[in-house]
């Protein structure tokens, strides 16, 4: 595998499956060396790992939980002790909506625990990894759709995730005199495991009606919009919160 990306160091969080599954295949195949974060299924890290090894690329695995900022700070002692620099980050790993509980059902164990994900860990994960960074560097972040929502029972999942789009174009100021970007996506409902696992059939099938172009995204239309954003064709683009939802309002 050679690419774009070829000698770049790259560490994808939450990337055991779904869209950061593909994001590290995709920057394995432009030529990137692929650290694959997991938080629970190191089985499913591994092999991943070893599947990427096989089509010639290269990629390890470490487990962290990202919520928790001393497996943060173990994380990054790993890192440090193969690679002196981490050149690309993706902040992929998060909770999701967690049944929805509006503001009368929403409990503080509820908020803790995803502020501690989508927000805390996000922050300081990047913390870690700008230490590491070179100048040129490439930090994405995933937001969410939701963020411009109107909808029952988001409020904390969407407020953790309007922070990210908040701290993305502060970064882009405070690293722009070192080269670095930082840009966030926002997916609309995209086709994973989890989301087939968790909907009806025909709502699934309403949803992808919905889209102006016909279906949900895929965890590859992301992947691709990544590898866009951390190659050196991205490298104007910085402090953007960009939408990847197939047009849907």
Do not use: C
């Amino acid at each position: 595998m050679t690419g774009k990306l070829d000698g770049k160091v790259a560490l994808v969080t939450g990337a055991g499956r779904g869209i950061g599954k593909a994001i590290a295949e995709r920057l394995a195949r432009d030529g990137a060396e692929v650290i694959i974060n997991y938080s629970r299924s190191a089985d499913r890290a591994d092999a991943l790992a070893a599947q990427i090894g096989a089509d010639g690329g290269k990629a390890w695995a470490v487990g962290a939980d990202v919520s928790d900022l001393d497996q943060i700070a173990t994380m990054f002692a790993t890192i440090a002790q193969r690679h002196p620099t981490l050149d690309i980050l993706v902040n992929n790993a998060g909770r999701g909506s967690n049944g929805m509980p509006t503001l009368d059902k929403s409990t503080p164990e509820d908020f803790e625990a995803m502020f501690a994900l989508n927000t805390r860990g996000l922050f300081f994960a990047t913390q870690g990894a700008a230490r590491l960074m070179p100048d040129g560097g490439r930090i994405v972040n995933f937001s969410s759709t939701s963020t411009t929502a109107r909808v029952p029972g988001l409020s904390i999942y969407a407020g953790s995730k309007a922070a990210v789009e908040a701290f993305t174009r502060i970064w882009a100021a405070e690293l722009a005199p070192r080269r670095i970007t930082v840009n966030a996506i926002l997916p609309g409902i995209t086709d994973t495991d989890l989301i087939r696992n968790n909907l009806p059939p025909q709502m699934a099938e309403q949803i992808a009606k919905s889209v102006p172009l016909g279906r949900m995204g895929l965890p590859e239309d992301m992947a691709n919009l990544v590898a866009f954003l951390v190659s050196s064709d991205g490298s104007w683009i910085t402090g953007q919160s960009i939408v990847s939802n197939g047009g849907s309002a």
